[in-house]
C-alpha cells in the first residue's frame, strides 16, 4: 500500500503539539526529525529531547484526505500553521530500509562500529558492536568521530582511561577494546550510566568499565581522560577535568564549535601544553598534555 507523509518545519516549542494533532487526525505514525543538523547531548532522564528546529513527519494511508488533515491542523492549531509538504512514498519494509542507512564504520586504521545486522568486515581489527538511535552517541556525529580517531591513534595498552560524559559509552567502550586496563565512564544522566553498562556487556567487557555519576567518581588520577560533551560545560568544569589527569597524562576535548575553540584553548592551557585544534565540519577537538 502506498502511503501519503507530511512533513511540519517547525520549532521544539510547537512539535509536540502538532505531534499529537496528526495522531488524532489518524496518523499511522507520527516521529521528529533534527532540521538543521543539531546534535543532542545528555538528555536529562525522563525527558524526551527536542531540537531546536524540528520537522514534524505523519504517515497516513493512501485513502486519507490531506486536505482535511492541513484544515484540522489549521483550526486546532495555535500558532498559524508553519510550512509543510505533501509527498506520496511507495510502499517497503521500512525496518529493512531505516537499517539500511546504518553501516560498518571505520575510524582510523582498525577501529570499527559495527551495527548488529552486519557482520564485521575485517574481524580481526577493533570492532565495537552498537546500535544506532537516540543512543547518546554511535559514531555517526563529527565530534564522536574526532574522538574515536584519536584513540584509536594512542598507545593505549595498560592505561588508565576516564570517558567523561559517556553517553552510550562509545568511547570508553573503545578505549577498552583499545588495550586500557581500566576505563570509568562518568555522566549526570542515569539513563547513559545504563546505556554504558549495556553495551559494554554487549561487547563482552563489563569488567573493563565502571561507570559514575559526577558527585561518586574516584579521585584517582588517570592517565588519558576524553571528554565530549559541550564548550560550555568544558570550560567550567575544566579545574576538575585537569586534577584528574596526572602529570604527564592526556587529555581531549570535543562538542567544540569551530568559533569557540579558542575559549576553550585558553581556558585549558592553563595547565596542559595543548596541541592544534583538529576541525571536522564544523566541530573541533583539542588535546593536550599534563605538565
Same mark, same amino acid.
Given at each position: 500500500m502506498p502511503w501519503q507523509q507530511i512533513t511540519l518545519f517547525t520549532t521544539k516549542d510547537n512539535a509536540e503539539? =502538532?505531534?499529537?494533532? =496528526? @495522531?488524532q487526525l489518524g496518523a499511522a505514525s507520527v516521529t521528529m526529525q533534527d532540521a538543521a543538523d543539531q546534535p543532542l547531548y545528555e538528555p536529562p532522564p525522563g525527558t524526551t529531547p527536542l531540537w531546536a528546529m524540528t520537522n514534524v513527519v505523519g504517515l497516513f494511508g493512501d485513502k486519507a484526505d490531506m486536505d482535511a488533515v492541513l484544515q484540522q491542523l489549521r483550526e486546532n492549531s495555535p500558532e498559524p500553521l508553519p510550512e509543510y509538504r505533501i509527498e @506520496?512514498?511507495?510502499?517497503?519494509?521500512? @525496518?529493512?530500509?531505516?537499517?539500511a542507512d546504518f553501516q560498518p564504520m571505520r575510524f582510523g586504521q582498525r577501529l570499527w562500529i559495527v551495527p548488529s545486522w552486519h557482520q564485521p568486515?575485517?574481524?580481526?581489527?577493533?570492532?565495537?558492536?552498537? %546500535?544506532? /538511535?537516540?543512543?547518546? /552517541?554511535?559514531?555517526?556525529?563529527p565530534t564522536t568521530r574526532l574522538c574515536l580517531e584519536w584513540l584509536e591513534a594512542q598507545a593505549l595498552d595498560g592505561k588508565e582511561v576516564i570517558d567523561y560524559g559517556c553517553g552510550s559509552g562509545i568511547l570508553a567502550i573503545a578505549a577498552a577494546k583499545l588495550g586500557a586496563r581500566h576505563v570509568w565512564g562518568v555522566d549526570n544522566d542515569p539513563q547513559a550510566l545504563l546505556a554504558t553498562r549495556d553495551n559494554a556487556a554487549r561487547n563482552g567487557i563489563e569488567g573493563a568499565i565502571q561507570v559514575y555519576l559526577p558527585e561518586s567518581a574516584p579521585d584517582d588520577r588517570t592517565d588519558i581522560l576524553i571528554a565530549n560533551i559541550l564548550a560550555g560545560p568544558l570550560v567550567e568544569l575544566a579545574p576538575r577535568l585537569a586534577e584528574l589527569v596526572r602529570r604527564g597524562g592526556?587529555?581531549?576535548l570535543s562538542g567544540i564549535l569551530a568559533e569557540q575553540a579558542q575559549e576553550v584553548l585558553a581556558r585549558y592551557e592553563q595547565w596542559f601544553e595543548m596541541d592544534a585544534p583538529?576541525?571536522?565540519? %564544523?566541530?573541533?577537538? =583539542?588535546?593536550?598534555?599534563?605538565?
Open positions: 503539539a =502538532l505531534g499529537e494533532q =496528526l @495522531e @506520496e512514498l511507495e510502499d517497503q519494509n521500512w @525496518e529493512r530500509a531505516w537499517m568486515p575485517n574481524p580481526g581489527d577493533v570492532n565495537i558492536l552498537l %546500535d544506532p /538511535g537516540l543512543a547518546f /552517541g554511535t559514531g555517526t556525529h592526556t587529555i581531549a583538529v576541525q571536522l565540519d %564544523d566541530w573541533v577537538r =583539542l588535546s593536550g598534555t599534563k605538565r
